[in-house]
């Protein structure tokens, strides 16, 4: 993962006082306000730029007096006493709370698809990762596609087959992005009232939804990390034990940023006696389970799907009951078993009265009901393209695990690709992903087997989340402007709390679940943006 960006010696000397390393692509942002670090993070998602690039042509100001000064100030501010009582707290007491007093924000550039799951597994981290939504991938920065090849690769016989269809499948997305733009500009024409900024980047976004498909899993993207201490141990501890090189050679990578930035909370993650031993008790359970899995008769592997599926595996046949108690708890001087037993005997209306008061008069989205609505939860087994999987898989306030990707669950041809005239390509992007799997599978590297495979594949993984975070995810990814993909997931979840679960009072109170949409998913929300860029423009 090297930086591809190219520096004057005059810029180089400005990012040297606010990143801890120039010329690669793993850093940490410094000397800066957190404001600005957060915003060049929330800039990633729409920018094909790196953090640098983006500091030096957006952000930074010559003369404004701000860089040198934080960086002088360290013995002033106490840092010395402060990291003389962190290290005592931390070394002697063991105290790890203290290190959830201290954040960092670093840059992971030139990440593939595969790490960047790796990298948002955790639930207390906040991630911003580079859209293949909004940022087309038909350049060739440095003069190469932006795909990682493997290390474990390197010097085989894989290695160029790899290479070949990992710039097959970026070729395609690229020939097909112009005449895909010229059929939806012919069915989806240009309404008078937009501007032609607002008409072509919803174009260019519905593009870039539907070809996204080609896109190989070991596509690069960018993401901004910002978490505590702590977390960044979590995350450091399942990095160096993970198979996969990628990742372990981002946890260096990391692990020596951050040790520039707060070293003191660092100094745990590869003692022998705490973080190494953590990391092997983890790659121990990880290899001990999966070696109980091969030795079970499981059933025959499924055949290919005929689409994407949602099914409810789990729930709770009287969770609307339960959220009722649970909402009148904090209200009622009883035990929570009396409580319950008192719902139970109330009629059905009176229930019902109570769980609209619990719920209230609902302004958007964002107004949820309490803790309440957390007593019931719901597992689904989701069916979805690797695309879609990525999305959802970025919700932490949930359980989600996933299987390996791999082609044997199928794909689709999106009908504008085929109306467009690409379907045939569109089929051999995918077949020749589903081969370099299986011979990479089927020569020992089925670790990486992955990397191969186009996101238009599908994915099973399962989402298990109580019925607040079931508000929150499906009313948020069945907006207008969201995929298509996820936007089918989230309504048949809504349809199974309803109609398998029989919770209809949850389900109804989940006002703002989107139905289909047809057209230009980002027209609306790019209207309100250039709305918005008016108004402040004055």
């Given at each position: 993962?090297?930086?591809?960006?190219?520096?004057?010696?005059?810029?180089?000397?400005?990012?040297?006082?606010?990143?801890?390393?120039?010329?690669?692509?793993?850093?940490?942002?410094?000397?800066?306000?957190?404001?600005?670090?957060?915003?060049?993070?929330?800039?990633?998602?729409?920018?094909?730029?790196?953090?640098?690039?983006?500091?030096?042509?957006?952000?930074?100001?010559?003369?404004?007096?701000?860089?040198?000064?934080?960086?002088?100030?360290?013995?002033?501010?106490?840092?010395?006493?402060?990291?003389?009582?962190?290290?005592?707290?931390?070394?002697?007491?063991?105290?790890?709370?203290?290190?959830?007093?201290?954040?960092?924000?670093?840059?992971?550039?030139?990440?593939?698809?595969?790490?960047?799951?790796?990298?948002?597994?955790?639930?207390?981290?906040?991630?911003?990762?580079?859209?293949?939504?909004?940022?087309?991938?038909?350049?060739?920065?440095?003069?190469?596609?932006?795909?990682?090849?493997?290390?474990?690769?390197?010097?085989?016989?894989?290695?160029?087959?790899?290479?070949?269809?990992?710039?097959?499948?970026?070729?395609?997305?690229?020939?097909?992005?112009?005449?895909?733009?010229?059929?939806?500009?012919?069915?989806?024409?240009?309404?008078?009232?937009?501007?032609?900024?607002?008409?072509?980047?919803?174009?260019?976004?519905?593009?870039?939804?539907?070809?996204?498909?080609?896109?190989?899993?070991?596509?690069?993207?960018?993401?901004?990390?910002?978490?505590?201490?702590?977390?960044?141990?979590?995350?450091?501890?399942?990095?160096?034990?993970?198979?996969?090189?990628?990742?372990?050679?981002?946890?260096?990578?990391?692990?020596?940023?951050?040790?520039?930035?707060?070293?003191?909370?660092?100094?745990?993650?590869?003692?022998?006696?705490?973080?190494?031993?953590?990391?092997?008790?983890?790659?121990?359970?990880?290899?001990?389970?999966?070696?109980?899995?091969?030795a079970l008769p499981l059933p025959a592997a499924a055949a290919p799907a005929a689409?994407?599926?949602?099914?409810?595996?789990?729930?709770?046949?009287?969770?609307?009951?339960?959220?009722?108690?649970?909402?009148?708890?904090?209200?009622?001087?009883?035990?929570?078993?009396?409580?319950?037993?008192?719902?139970?005997?109330?009629?059905?209306?009176?229930?019902?009265?109570?769980?609209?008061?619990?719920?209230?008069?609902?302004?958007?989205?964002?107004?949820?009901?309490?803790?309440?609505?957390?007593?019931?939860?719901?597992?689904?087994?989701?069916?979805?393209?690797?695309?879609?999987?990525?999305?959802?898989?970025?919700?932490?306030?949930?359980?989600?695990?996933?299987?390996?990707?791999?082609?044997?669950?199928?794909?689709?041809?999106?009908?504008?690709?085929?109306?467009?005239?690409?379907?045939?390509?569109?089929?051999?992007v995918m077949e020749r992903g589903a081969s370099l799997y299986r011979a990479l599978?089927?020569?020992?590297?089925?670790?990486?087997?992955?990397?191969?495979?186009?996101?238009?594949?599908?994915?099973?993984?399962?989402?298990?989340?109580?019925?607040?975070?079931?508000?929150?995810?499906?009313?948020?990814?069945?907006?207008?402007?969201?995929?298509?993909?996820?936007?089918?997931?989230?309504?048949?979840?809504?349809?199974?709390?309803a109609d398998e679960a029989g919770h209809h009072a949850i389900a109804a109170a989940?006002?703002?679940?989107?139905?289909?949409?047809?057209?230009?998913?980002?027209?609306?929300?790019?209207?309100?943006?250039?709305?918005?860029?008016?108004?402040?423009?004055?």
């Amino acid at each position: 993962m090297q930086s591809g960006d190219a520096f004057t010696a005059e810029e180089r000397a400005v990012l040297s006082r606010h990143v801890t390393d120039v010329d690669g692509s793993v850093f940490a942002l410094i000397n800066m306000p957190d404001v600005v670090k957060g915003a060049l993070f929330a800039r990633y998602s729409r920018s094909p730029k790196s953090i640098k690039r983006l500091f030096l042509d957006e952000f930074y100001r010559p003369g404004d007096g701000a860089s040198s000064a934080a960086a002088d100030a360290g013995d002033a501010l106490g840092l010395g006493r402060a990291e003389e009582l962190y290290e005592r707290m931390l070394i002697e007491y063991g105290d790890d709370s203290v290190a959830q007093l201290v954040g960092a924000h670093i840059a992971v550039e030139g990440a593939s698809n595969i790490l960047t799951k790796v990298l948002e597994w955790g639930r207390l981290m906040n991630y911003l990762e580079q859209s293949t939504r909004y940022v087309p991938y038909n350049d060739r920065p440095g003069g190469r596609w932006r795909y990682h090849v493997p290390s474990e690769l390197h010097g085989t016989a894989h290695e160029r087959p790899f290479v070949e269809t990992m710039d097959g499948c970026f070729e395609a997305y690229n020939d097909l992005f112009e005449p895909l733009q010229a059929h939806l500009r012919d069915r989806f024409p240009k309404d008078e009232a937009d501007t032609k900024a607002v008409y072509r980047q919803s174009i260019r976004a519905k593009a870039c939804d539907i070809l996204r498909g080609l896109l190989p899993a070991a596509t690069t993207s960018n993401v901004g990390l910002f978490g505590t201490a702590q977390a960044f141990e979590a995350l450091l501890l399942r990095l160096q034990s993970h198979p996969l090189a990628e990742a372990r050679a981002a946890g260096e990578r990391i692990l020596a940023e951050l040790r520039k930035v707060i070293p003191i909370f660092m100094r745990r993650v590869d003692v022998p006696e705490r973080g190494t031993a953590w990391s092997r008790y983890l790659a121990g359970t990880r290899d001990a389970l999966a070696a109980q899995a091969a030795a079970l008769p499981l059933p025959a592997a499924a055949a290919p799907a005929a689409g994407p599926s949602v099914s409810l595996t789990e729930f709770d046949p009287e969770g609307e009951l339960n959220v009722i108690a649970a909402a009148l708890y904090p209200h009622v001087a009883a035990p929570d078993a009396a409580i319950t037993g008192m719902v139970r005997m109330l009629a059905p209306e009176r229930r019902a009265e109570i769980l609209r008061a619990c719920i209230g008069e609902r302004g958007n989205r964002r107004h949820k009901p309490g803790r309440a609505f957390e007593r019931t939860a719901y597992r689904f087994d989701v069916v979805a393209d690797y695309g879609a999987f990525r999305d959802l898989q970025r919700h932490r306030m949930l359980t989600l695990d996933w299987q390996p990707l791999s082609p044997g669950l199928g794909y689709d041809v999106p009908e504008e690709v085929a109306a467009c005239g690409g379907a045939a390509r569109w089929d051999e992007v995918m077949e020749r992903g589903a081969s370099l799997y299986r011979a990479l599978a089927g020569g020992g590297l089925r670790e990486i087997a992955p990397y191969a495979v186009p996101m238009a594949h599908r994915i099973r993984f399962y989402m298990h989340m109580n019925a607040r975070e079931a508000m929150h995810l499906i009313e948020l990814r069945t907006t207008p402007q969201g995929h298509a993909a996820y936007r089918w997931v989230g309504r048949e979840m809504h349809r199974l709390i309803a109609d398998e679960a029989g919770h209809h009072a949850i389900a109804a109170a989940m006002t703002f679940v989107g139905g289909e949409q047809e057209g230009l998913e980002r027209l609306a929300a790019e209207r309100a943006q250039e709305t918005r860029r008016r108004a402040l423009s004055g």
